[in-house]
């Protein structure tokens, strides 16, 4: 069916802008604080008195102490003088007295002028250096206001939330995880983008229809919409226009077998041959009811569908295959009958509808669990031969899979296809486990909230491992030594000492004397007298004495000693881990993703972002890129990132923000969907500033006519309330 294009209506919007051009998968946020700049500029400090200007009015007062004590001394001195002078001489010394004490006092009293001078010189200098300090204080008081105020009107002014474009065009992008809100969010950022710049096919394999919210704001902004419910609305499906019988058959034997165990060669062969033959038996209108009939015509069933007219089965019945043809190939011709009967009325419906620019195939949640496979898999193959055969630009293809598990093959062809088309390809793989996991690696890749640990571990392996280094240990040492001695020394000694001597000696003398006296005074003598003497001696002597010492000493001596020691040490350790943690991926908020690249040398690129759609109905938002702006000085090097670390730091999550969906529209008094009193009306982003009511002309570019679109019906069908 296709969507009534709604005449875009401003009063709803600022969600106009998710089609404004350049291709996002969401919004990178940037913390405007982090690039304040700090006012660098030192502040004043008061300044002290020259040190010379000091020690000039110190010497001044220590020469001017020196001259007033050596006036006292001197004055005093002579008065006192003077005043013993003047006992004695009267008037005069008083007089003396008097001038010496005048003359004291003023050199006492004329000597401070110096020091009075200096200490004035340094009291008008330090007053200066006062003044001087508070005007530049109020200057730099003023200046650093004037920064502050600048660079905060700088700060507010920048853009927090900037898009996350895919680089380059990237061919082919996976999205891993997420819950159905946040598969929503992303698909309706990632779609609305995409549509403005070429037509887009959304296969929502999921059963939770999360196209639903990009179909309605796609028709509100008045392109054509087409949206085919599977399988409750399969008669006005596309999925087998412009497919040629060959190609019809194609697609229904792969669909039918897939890569299950018993899909030989053999029996692939014979289904292709069987549908060949019975398609060239019904001429050129070829239709799965037409093929559902003829296979019961070859069964030999009853056949009331009206599909085929008499001649036709009977032909078939009876020309196409021989009786013992038909019983050897009874098993297959059951089998097909069995898997296209519940596509007999696929497409009968769908004359004279036009192309949509935005084409929407959705699983509906009708239960069984055959039919939704042959439908999911006949989808994509569906969409890669229709690629293939394009002349026209090939529109962009995004993949919603769901629970249920597609053929690897097939994807791959439609990859291949895709590729070789130039035609972009996003697939969004509910989890990253068998067929998402072998797939892993094949363009850009993005992950969402992974709640399984298994899962987590697979997407942190493949961001892979990088050396960093860490705070491995801390060492804190605090010692104390105590040591303390006492020593005691006793002594005696004794001493004894004998000591023996002998002498002796013998000597002789003898001698002749004469004397004479005179008298008179002649000169001779009156008398005279001579005499000799002669005489010896002998001694001898012996002498013997002993000496004896007695002696005791005693000595104490004491010692104590204290010694504190204090270490403190950090070891970093060089590691090899994980550059997101599978904890991380886990613990992710609900439409918050990691963005992953690979560069030809196999280095990883890793961003994060956030694919809610009320992201745009923020204040601080832009859908250009935001500009790369210097970090301030002291944030270039971070100190937690040791010098010459060839680690590269882990990436930072974005903040989380309210996980508040888009509001489901609710239709008007005439059964539209309109876009008054929808999106977000009540959405929780009002602290952010949003001004209500606020009026935005959406953008108009000319979308693709088609033919006259069909009335809505019954889609978007009612969902329960998030």
């Given at each position: 069916?296709?969507?009534?294009?709604?005449?875009?209506?401003?009063?709803?919007?600022?969600?106009?802008?998710?089609?404004?051009?350049?291709?996002?998968?969401?919004?990178?946020?940037?913390?405007?604080?982090?690039?304040?700049?700090?006012?660098?500029?030192?502040?004043?400090?008061?300044?002290?008195?020259?040190?010379?200007?000091?020690?000039?009015?110190?010497?001044?007062?220590?020469?001017?102490?020196?001259?007033?004590?050596?006036?006292?001394?001197?004055?005093?001195?002579?008065?006192?003088?003077?005043?013993?002078?003047?006992?004695?001489?009267?008037?005069?010394?008083?007089?003396?007295?008097?001038?010496?004490?005048?003359?004291?006092v003023?050199?006492?009293?004329l000597?401070?002028?110096?020091?009075?001078?200096?200490?004035?010189?340094?009291?008008?200098?330090?007053?200066?250096?006062?003044?001087?300090?508070?005007?530049?204080?109020?200057?730099?008081?003023h200046a650093?206001a004037?920064?502050?105020?600048?660079?905060?009107?700088?700060?507010?002014?920048?853009?927090?939330w900037g898009p996350?474009?895919?680089?380059?065009?990237?061919?082919?992008?996976?999205?891993?995880?997420?819950?159905r809100?946040?598969?929503?969010?992303?698909?309706?950022?990632?779609?609305?983008?995409?549509?403005?710049e070429r037509?887009?096919?959304?296969?929502?394999?999921?059963?939770?229809?999360?196209?639903?919210?990009?179909?309605?704001?796609?028709?509100?902004?008045?392109?054509?919409?087409?949206?085919?419910?599977?399988?409750?609305?399969?008669?006005?499906?596309?999925?087998?226009?412009?497919?040629?019988?060959?190609?019809?058959?194609?697609a229904?034997?792969?669909?039918?077998?897939?890569?299950?165990a018993?899909?030989?060669?053999?029996?692939?062969?014979?289904?292709?041959?069987?549908?060949?033959?019975?398609?060239d038996?019904?001429?050129?209108?070829?239709?799965?009811?037409?093929?559902?009939?003829?296979?019961?015509?070859?069964?030999?069933d009853?056949?009331?569908?009206?599909?085929?007219?008499?001649?036709?089965?009977?032909?078939?019945?009876?020309?196409?295959?021989t009786?013992?043809?038909?019983?050897?190939?009874?098993?297959?011709l059951?089998?097909?009958?069995?898997?296209?009967?519940?596509?007999?009325?696929?497409?009968?419906?769908?004359?004279?509808?036009?192309?949509?620019?935005?084409?929407?195939?959705?699983l509906?949640?009708?239960?069984?669990?055959?039919?939704?496979?042959?439908?999911?898999?006949?989808?994509?193959?569906?969409?890669?031969?229709?690629?293939?055969?394009l002349?026209?630009?090939?529109?962009?293809?995004?993949?919603?899979?769901?629970?249920?598990?597609?053929?690897?093959?097939?994807?791959?062809q439609?990859?291949?296809v895709?590729?070789?088309?130039?035609?972009?390809?996003?697939?969004?793989?509910?989890?990253?486990?068998?067929?998402?996991?072998?797939?892993i690696?094949?363009?850009?890749?993005a992950?969402?909230?992974?709640?399984n640990?298994?899962?987590?571990?697979?997407?942190?392996?493949?961001?892979?491992?990088?050396?960093?280094?860490?705070?491995?240990?801390?060492?804190?040492?605090?010692g104390?030594?105590?040591?303390s001695?006492?020593?005691?020394?006793?002594?005696?000694?004794?001493?004894?000492?004998?000591?023996?001597?002998?002498?002796?000696?013998?000597?002789?003398?003898?001698?002749?004397?004469?004397?004479?006296?005179?008298?008179?005074?002649?000169?001779?003598?009156?008398?005279?007298?001579?005499?000799?003497?002669?005489?010896?001696?002998?001694?001898?002597?012996?002498?013997?004495?002993?000496?004896?010492?007695?002696?005791t000493?005693?000595s104490?001596?004491?010692?104590?000693?204290?010694?504190?020691?204090?270490?403190?040490?950090?070891?970093?350790?060089?590691?090899?881990?994980?550059?997101?943690?599978?904890?991380?991926?886990?613990?992710?908020?609900?439409?918050?993703?990691?963005?992953?690249?690979?560069?030809?040398?196999?280095s990883?690129?890793?961003?994060?972002?956030?694919?809610?759609?009320?992201?745009?109905?923020?204040?601080?938002?832009?859908?250009?890129p935001?500009a790369?702006?210097?970090?301030?000085?002291?944030?270039?090097?971070?100190?937690?990132?040791?010098?010459?670390?060839?680690?590269?730091?882990?990436?930072?999550?974005p903040?989380e923000?309210?996980?508040?969906?888009?509001?489901?529209?609710?239709?008007?008094?005439?059964?539209s969907?309109?876009?008054?009193?929808?999106?977000?009306?009540?959405?929780?982003?009002?602290?952010?500033?949003?001004?209500?009511?606020?009026?935005?002309?959406?953008?108009?570019?000319?979308?693709?006519?088609?033919?006259?679109?069909?009335?809505?019906?019954?889609?978007?069908?009612?969902?329960?309330?998030r």
């Open positions: 069916m296709t969507v009534q294009p709604n005449e875009p209506r401003v009063d709803a919007d600022p969600l106009v802008r998710l089609f404004d051009p350049g291709q996002r998968i969401g919004w990178i946020y940037r913390d405007a604080e982090a690039h304040r700049h700090a006012f660098t500029h030192p502040a004043p400090v008061p300044l002290d008195v020259p040190e010379m200007l000091l020690n000039r009015a110190r010497a001044a007062r220590l020469d001017t102490a020196d001259r007033k004590g050596t006036a006292l001394k001197v004055g005093g001195g002579l008065a006192a003088f003077f005043l013993v002078v003047a006992i004695f001489a009267g008037t005069i010394g008083l007089v003396l007295a008097a001038v010496a004490a005048v003359g004291a003023l050199v006492h009293t000597s401070g002028g110096a020091a009075t001078t200096a200490d004035q010189k340094v009291e008008q200098v330090r007053h200066e250096l006062a003044q001087r300090y508070q005007h530049e204080s109020a200057a730099w008081t650093k004037h920064f502050e105020y600048t660079e905060d009107q700088r700060i507010r002014g920048l853009d927090l996350l474009a895919i680089e380059g065009g990237n061919p082919r992008l996976d999205v891993f995880g997420g819950s809100r946040s598969r929503e969010g992303f698909l309706t950022v990632f779609g609305a983008s995409t549509l403005r037509p887009l096919i959304v296969l929502d394999l999921t059963q939770a229809q999360i196209c639903r919210e990009l179909s309605v704001l796609t028709a509100q902004m008045g392109a054509p919409v087409d949206v085919q419910l599977l399988p409750s609305q399969q008669t006005e499906s596309s999925i087998l226009d412009g497919l040629r019988p060959d190609e019809l058959v194609d229904l034997v792969e669909a039918v077998y897939g890569d299950t018993e899909a030989t060669r053999a029996s692939r062969s014979m289904d292709s041959r069987i549908l060949n033959r019975l398609c038996a019904l001429g050129e209108d070829v239709t799965p009811a037409r093929i559902a009939a003829g296979l019961r015509a070859l069964l030999g009853l056949d009331d569908s009206g599909s085929l007219t008499r001649a036709e089965r009977n032909r078939i019945a009876d020309d196409l295959l009786d013992k043809n038909k019983d050897q190939i009874r098993e297959n059951l089998r097909l009958e069995a898997f296209v009967q519940p596509l007999a009325q696929l497409g009968s419906e769908r004359a004279g509808r036009g192309p949509g620019y935005l084409t929407c195939l959705s509906d949640r009708t239960t069984g669990t055959a039919s939704i496979e042959l439908l999911t898999d006949l989808a994509i193959l569906s969409v890669a031969r229709r690629l293939s055969t002349d026209e630009q090939a529109p962009a293809v995004v993949v919603a899979l769901g629970e249920h598990e597609v053929q690897r093959r097939h994807l791959e439609l990859a291949r895709c590729e070789w088309r130039g035609a972009q390809l996003t697939v969004m793989h509910a989890h990253l486990r068998e067929t998402a996991r072998d797939m690696g094949g363009g850009a890749v992950f969402m909230r992974l709640g640990h298994q899962e987590a571990g697979v997407a942190a392996d493949f961001l892979g491992r990088d050396y960093r280094f860490i705070l491995h240990s801390l060492t804190d040492t605090r104390e030594s105590v040591s001695s006492v020593s005691v020394t006793k002594g005696t000694s004794t001493s004894t000492a004998v000591t023996e001597g002998f002498s002796r000696s013998w000597g002789s003398n003898w001698g002749t004397s004469s004397s004479s006296s005179y008298s008179g005074g002649l000169g001779f003598p009156s008398s005279t007298t001579s005499g000799s003497s002669d005489g010896g001696s002998y001694t001898e002597s012996e002498n013997r004495s002993t000496t004896k010492t007695f002696g000493n005693e104490t001596s004491r010692t104590e000693g204290t010694t504190v020691n204090t270490s403190d040490g950090t070891t970093t350790q060089r590691v090899y881990e994980y550059v997101l943690e599978p904890t991380q991926l886990q613990a992710l908020a609900e439409f918050s993703l990691v963005f992953v690249e690979r560069g030809p040398d196999g990883v690129s890793t961003r994060t972002a956030v694919c809610n759609p009320n992201i745009v109905k923020l204040e601080r938002f832009s859908n250009q935001l790369a702006l210097p970090l301030p000085p002291s944030a270039a090097v971070s100190p937690q990132q040791p010098t010459g670390d060839p680690g590269r730091p882990a990436p930072a999550l903040p923000v309210s996980a508040h969906p888009v509001h489901e529209p609710q239709p008007t008094a005439n059964g969907y309109g876009a008054n009193g929808s999106y977000g009306a009540n959405s929780a982003y009002g602290a952010y500033g949003v001004q209500p009511g606020a009026q935005q002309q959406p953008a108009a570019w000319p979308w693709p006519q088609g033919a006259p679109p069909q009335p809505p019906g019954s889609w978007p069908p009612q969902a329960p309330k």
